[in-house]
């Protein structure tokens, strides 16, 4: 049986998402990556709801690391189809972390920043976890299992990308901010994204250092989500483009979902980066490369 105690080698389950495919990209041959058939056809499938991840640590280890992606993300359908959501982001996510625990692989669990009720806002590790969404409160449930076990679990902000057409929130506004929309804007909505690829580093770099236990990971600096835009705008109009649309701003609430959504859930990295060193690229230049990428 594989042992994968002198390995640096780092499974990635559920990695054709984009958190993955940037894990995928800086560890090269480091990492395995597996996907349920939209990644690239020569990385393993893997289904969390049938599929057993022994055969993967057998045949493709030994690994130091797993980390865990897979999930239902979307809040909605966590929310309109709990008992679904809790099969696999719970049970399923349960049984996997406690076979890899069992084979000496650490569980790399992201988590979210949305275990916070967003009534506080900077929260940091020690602050008390009160989800709002089903979706938060399954994250939690997992949290919780992997307390005290030797894994690591980050809660992530919300994760962006500048890849035009990567459906992440800045690259979204470009295509409505070129198209010359209205865009309408949650002015009381406060977060703070992170670069997926920073995203990747932040992993990686807790991993290579053997740390265990809970670490937020998010951009050291929240902005409004009004506020956000007009930075994107500005970053914009700094390449010598123009908007003929119109701004919008309103409420979180009024943006139809099906339960309340944090308004301020924004995660503080100190601890992370106090233990790491990363550095996380601002907001600022988050537009700047999103509008450059345009070209
Ligand atoms: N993106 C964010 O802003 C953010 C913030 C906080 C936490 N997170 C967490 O980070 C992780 C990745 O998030 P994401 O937003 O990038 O997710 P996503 O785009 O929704 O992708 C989910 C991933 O899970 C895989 N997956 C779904 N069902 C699966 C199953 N039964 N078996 C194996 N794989 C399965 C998907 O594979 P297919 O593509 O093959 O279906 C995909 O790779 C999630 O755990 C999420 O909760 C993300």
């Not at 099969?87 to 890899?100: A, K, M, S």
């Not at 992993?203 to 506020?227: I, K, Y």
Request: glycine share 8%; aromatic share 6%.
């Amino acid at each position: 049986m594989a042992s994968s105690s002198s390995s640096d080698r780092v499974l990635v389950l559920g990695g054709s998402c984009a958190i993955g495919r940037a894990l995928k990209a800086r560890l090269g041959d480091r990492a395995v990556a597996t996907h349920r058939g939209k990644g690239p056809q020569d990385w393993p499938r893997f289904d969390a709801l049938v599929d057993a991840v022994d055969p993967l640590l057998d045949r493709f280890g030994p690994f130091r690391h797993a980390v865990v992606l897979f999930a239902e993300s979307n809040p909605d359908r966590c929310a309109k189809e709990p008992e679904a959501a809790r099969r696999l982001n719970v049970e399923r996510t349960v049984g996997i972390v406690d076979r890899l625990l069992a084979r000496g692989v650490m569980p790399v669990f992201t988590s979210t920043e949305s275990v916070f009720d967003g009534r506080k806002g900077a929260y940091v590790e020690t602050d008390a976890p009160n989800p709002l969404m089903t979706y938060g409160k399954l994250k939690l449930e997992v949290e919780r299992h992997l307390e005290g076990k030797r894994a690591l679990v980050v809660r992530l902000a919300r994760v962006v990308g500048t890849t035009p057409d990567d459906r992440t929130v800045f690259t979204g506004w470009l295509g409505d901010i070129a198209a010359g929309k209205t865009i309408r804007v949650a002015a009381d909505n406060r977060f703070a994204p992170i670069h997926v690829d920073d995203v990747a580093e932040g992993l990686v770099r807790l991993m290579d250092r053997g740390l265990t236990g809970l670490f937020h990971l998010g951009n050291p600096v929240s902005a409004g989500r009004l506020e956000m835009l007009e930075t994107l705008l500005d970053a914009w109009r700094r390449a010598g483009r123009t908007f003929s649309g119109r701004i919008e701003p309103c409420r979180f609430a009024d943006f139809p979902t099906l339960e309340p959504r944090p308004l301020d859930s924004t995660i503080v990295p100190a601890k992370l980066i106090a233990a790491t060193g990363l550095e996380i690229r601002s907001i600022e230049t988050i537009c700047r490369q999103a509008v450059a990428a345009q070209d």
